[in-house]
């Protein structure tokens, strides 16, 4: 069983994403006759590199990690393009987590002023949020996300089966965007997360299918009303700003690690801005709690502070903040970074 969910684009077909048992649709979505080119990671190759290889005549492994997600990746991606006289018809398929389908998408989009692509996303963080919606790019210095382009897949195939391989810290991570979503507007799929346990959303595939399902839905939704984030789209970066501080500060915490941490900070701020009760803030800091998230970091606020004021995506002394009025119901406020730092 699986249901697709479309998200449309500009003079093309939607962008479907498939949830489900959808690994086996793989061949109905690549385009016949066409060279197909996978690109991977090692973690993902070995487990499902004999997969892969049945659809993809070629396959570039890239190596993983935050740290790689750069320019440097995707010239290694390009020069390989290039040797194998890869052209305007080659078709290409990003496999595994975020920080591939993030790499790929940024890659195909450039190479020869982009080529087709789609996903397939292994992990649940990529299948709930980064493969969805079309952002693709690199960090640049040590800064997420400095480079890229909006540019959806023509499909993303989200298989619940392969996060049965997932390492369960990675499984947690995915948990941070879900419960993210929730909060900005599911409040039933936030409710999940406070009765269930990793463990127990693990073993519950129909439990699990749904939630996945309900969270891409919250993207959708979003993109479809502002694809190239003029407004609404903001809202899909609660918690971030204080995620991707945390991200830059310390190599302990993954992205849904800081994304957990980021979502209790902003919850507290949100809390102490008088929009949110604090019983509902209590919530908050539960569900990232019981998803085995960090709901802290031994970062001090004071340094977090800092690292907002030289966050490079400042606009003036001013950045969006994404603000909890409800479980379900979030805010955008400019808001000076100096005020923002009082508050953490
Ligand atoms: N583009 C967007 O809109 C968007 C949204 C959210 C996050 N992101 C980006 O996504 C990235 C994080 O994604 P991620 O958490 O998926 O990281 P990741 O790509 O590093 O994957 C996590 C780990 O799990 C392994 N893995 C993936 N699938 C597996 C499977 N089925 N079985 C076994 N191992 C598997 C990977 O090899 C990796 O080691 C960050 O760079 C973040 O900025 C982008
Ligand atoms: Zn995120």
Not at 2 to 31: C, Y
């Amino acid at each position: 069983m699986v249901t697709t969910i479309e998200i449309k684009r500009e003079m093309r077909n939607p962008s479907k994403v498939i949830v489900g048992d959808a690994l086996r649709l793989l061949p109905d979505v690549l385009p016949v006759g066409r060279r197909v080119v996978a690109i991977t990671d090692p973690n993902v190759d070995a487990i499902y590199g004999e997969v892969i290889r049945a659809h993809a005549g070629e396959v570039i492994v890239i190596p993983t990690g935050e740290e790689n997600k750069t320019f440097a990746t995707v010239e290694a991606i390009h020069r390989r393009l290039v040797e194998i006289g890869a052209d305007r018809r080659t078709y290409i398929v990003g496999v595994g987590g975020g920080i591939t389908t993030d790499v790929t998408g940024f890659a195909a989009s450039t190479y020869l002023r982009g080529v087709e692509f789609g996903f397939v996303a292994t992990s649940l963080l990529a299948q709930v949020d980064a493969s969805v919606g079309g952002k693709n790019g690199v960090n640049v210095a040590g800064y997420k996300n400095m480079a890229g382009v909006f540019n959806q897949p023509d499909f993303v195939l989200c298989d619940t089966g392969v996060l049965a391989t997932l390492p369960p810290r990675e499984f947690r991570a995915g948990l941070a965007e879900m419960i993210k979503a929730g909060i900005i507007a599911d409040p039933a799929l936030f409710e999940i997360f406070e009765s269930h346990s990793p463990e127990e959303l693990l073993a519950d595939t129909e439990l699990l299918t749904g939630a996945i399902t309900a969270a891409i839905k919250v993207k959708a939704a979003i993109v479809d009303a502002d694809e190239r984030e003029a407004g609404e789209r903001r809202k899909l970066n609660l918690g971030h700003t204080v995620a991707h501080a945390i991200e830059k500060l310390s190599r302990r915490y993954n992205h849904g690690e800081a994304v957990g941490a980021g979502l209790v900070a902003i919850a507290g701020v949100s809390e102490r801005l008088g929009l949110l009760a604090t019983a509902e803030c209590d919530r908050i800091v539960r569900a990232v709690e019981k998803a085995g998230l960090p709901t802290a970091t031994e970062i001090p606020a004071a340094e977090t502070a800092r690292a907002l004021t030289r966050d490079k995506k400042v606009e003036g002394d001013e950045l969006w903040l994404v603000v909890v009025r409800a479980i379900g119901d979030v805010d955008v406020r400019r808001t000076p970074i100096g005020e923002l730092a009082a508050l953490l």
